[in-house]
DNA sequence: GTCTATAGATGGATAGAC
DNA sequence: GTCTATCCATCTATAGAC
């Protein structure tokens, strides 16, 4: 989808895709002009045509380019047949992989709306693919009666959320480092699907009998 | 900072931020035009520079008022003193809320980008102080030996992206009522936060002894 | 307070020279 | 493959009649 002239491999073509995601995560695609992409690789406007068809064309590519490599990254990832390991696995996969790519990740969420309907599906059902990873670890594990939870998809829905919010408030130079927050929603996590540290429970006995 | 001229309680003010939330919420305030805004209210498009001095101004009154009226609300809503029951009580409101006014709270989120910067960094007072609320309860929580968390402000952040995600996968007539998706959601925080009936034990216990 | 009309700017996209 | 030049649509915002 994404060459679609007599352009392989281009340099201009990369560097087009890397400028649009920049400007398009700091200020919306809808408020970018063609102009102001071309200006920040150092070329004219017209340029871009040679290696996309469109505006359109360029944040479709660079949705769906996104979508299949954090799927092929997921099932390269290390994973357990044990439910517990395999949903700590995915956690600090999901963490990292969306620290890393927090422009990515950013307008794959944001600019859903403007793609257009076919656009739209195609990074849907890959969305949903990889939603479906998650659901299927907390399937089987509260069959296998690891997990304390009530719904498997509405379950998958807030985890990803939780773990895809720290897109919006984790800066490099913070308070913690990526470890300690990577950490941190480990714990969360597993403590939301009921596997928690035996000091947890003191805690809560104790609130019980208050 | 709403009514600018002499429009006070106008039925056409009232209609235009409807419109203009409906119209943004579904495309995006950079997308949306003052032409389609008012084709909407049924009006001209000149018609609505006597309400508002310009889009910004709409776009900014919409978002601070809907942060106001959340401020609000949540100060509104049953609290008590044990941390456990004010955490339960934050998440069923906060569930309730984001689904009652989903347009709201989704143009809230989207176009923070294209606030200029005052209208940003009033917004963003406002979303702080509403966050502060969540965090405290935490924060008293863990003192007190209630909640098993290893950092409020995180947790804070966490639980608050994990409720407000319902925002964008929530639709009437689904598969659920809006009771079951509180019900499911105030389980998984308060197991988030260490919170857990005496049967979560069982199978977690059983998994580390598999 | 709303209308019509329009100024003035900027947008996506194309044509043709090099 | 990039340039310059430009077409044409559309946008925000204003002016002035009613």
Same mark, same amino acid.
């Given at each position: 989808? $994404? !060459?679609?002239?007599?352009?392989? @491999? ?7 895709? &890397?400028? *649009? +995601? ?16 071309? $200006? !920040?690789?150092?070329?004219?406007? @017209? ?7 469109? &505006?359109? *064309? +360029? ?16 099932? $390269? !990832? ?133």
């Amino acid at each position: 989808m $994404a !060459r679609t002239v007599g352009s392989v @491999g281009t340099k201009t073509f990369d560097e087009v895709r &890397k400028a *649009a +995601l920049y400007l398009f995560a700091r200020h919306g695609y809808a408020s970018v002009s063609m102009r102001q992409i071309a $200006a !920040r690789v150092g070329v004219q406007a @017209g340029a871009i045509y040679n290696h996309f068809p469109n &505006k359109q *064309a +360029l944040l479709s590519d660079l949705l769906t380019q996104h979508m299949r490599e954090l799927i092929e990254a997921c099932e $390269a !990832r290390p994973t357990s047949k044990l439910p517990l390991n395999a949903l700590e696995q995915f956690v600090r996969f999901h963490i990292r992989y969306h620290i890393d790519r927090a422009d990515e990740v950013f307008i794959a969420y944001m600019e859903l709306r403007n793609l257009e309907p076919e656009n739209f599906r195609e990074v849907q059902v890959l969305r949903q693919r990889y939603e479906r990873v998650l659901r299927d670890i907390l399937r089987d594990g509260a069959k296998a009666g690891a997990f304390e939870i009530s719904d498997a998809p509405v379950a998958g829905m807030a985890i990803i959320a939780m773990l895809t919010g720290v897109n919006t408030w984790f800066r490099y130079g913070g308070r913690l480092s990526v470890s300690q927050i990577e950490e941190i929603y480990v714990k969360m996590v597993m403590q939301s699907v009921g596997v928690f540290e035996p000091t947890a429970l003191l805690g809560a006995l104790m609130e019980e009998n208050a």
